[in-house]
């Protein structure tokens, strides 16, 4: 959360000349309520496994960047088929930037804490070992998102003209 997947991936995409996906925007369209109503009502299990409906719905899709919410990784079933679909890229930013990238907004459930930095910090925490299973990482701290979509594609081209 914070790390500028969404617009990141709309970048990549659109270099590519591929189609763009954010799963959070997806759950919202088929539930017709926001993310933040998902966890009021019924709570951080439906959406987790409402997520893991997306990812199977969009294993086999190519030529697509997929962003997906932080949490979707902390599943292994997710983190696998997705890795077995494509490229993985995580976008990495320490706990302080994340806080001042998200300090206006106040849809972010998961934040819901009188020390948003705190939260994010035992977060990044929480989902360490998750994050640390994803072969490829971009650090994205006091970069611009066109500078974050270069080094993704970047990465992508030396991955794909490494011999086999």
């Keep these: 959360m914070g790390t500028g997947k969404t617009t990141v991936g709309k970048i990549v995409a659109?270099?590519?000349?591929w189609r763009f996906a954010d799963t959070d925007h997806l759950i919202e369209r088929k539930q017709g309520r926001t993310i933040s109503a998902i966890f009021a009502e019924d709570g951080e299990a439906t959406f987790r496994n409402?997520?893991?409906?997306?990812?199977?719905s969009l294993r086999h899709v190519r030529c697509m960047v997929i962003a997906t919410g932080g949490g979707i990784l902390?599943?292994?079933?997710?983190?696998?088929?997705?890795?077995?679909?494509?490229?993985?890229?995580?976008?990495?930013?320490?706990a302080s930037e994340i806080v001042s990238?998200?300090?206006d907004?106040?849809?972010?459930?998961?934040?819901?804490s009188a020390?948003?930095?705190?939260?994010?910090?035992?977060?990044?925490?929480?989902?360490?070992?998750?994050y640390a299973a994803i072969q490829y990482h971009v650090d994205t701290a006091n970069k611009t998102p066109g500078q974050i979509a270069d080094a993704v594609l970047t990465l992508r081209e030396s991955i794909h003209t490494v011999p086999e």
Aim: aromatic fraction near 0%; charged fraction near 25%; hydrophobic fraction near 45%.
């Design 101 to 103: 990238r998200l300090a």
């Design 74 to 94: 902390l599943n292994p079933d997710n983190r696998d088929a997705l890795q077995r679909a494509g490229l993985v890229v995580c976008l990495d930013a320490p």
């Design 105 to 112: 907004h106040t849809d972010r459930p998961l934040l819901a």
């Design 115 to 130: 020390d948003p930095k705190v939260r994010v910090a035992e977060l990044l925490a929480a989902r360490a070992s998750a």
């Design 14 to 17: 659109t270099r590519l000349h």
């Design 50 to 56: 409402l997520e893991k409906n997306v990812v199977s």
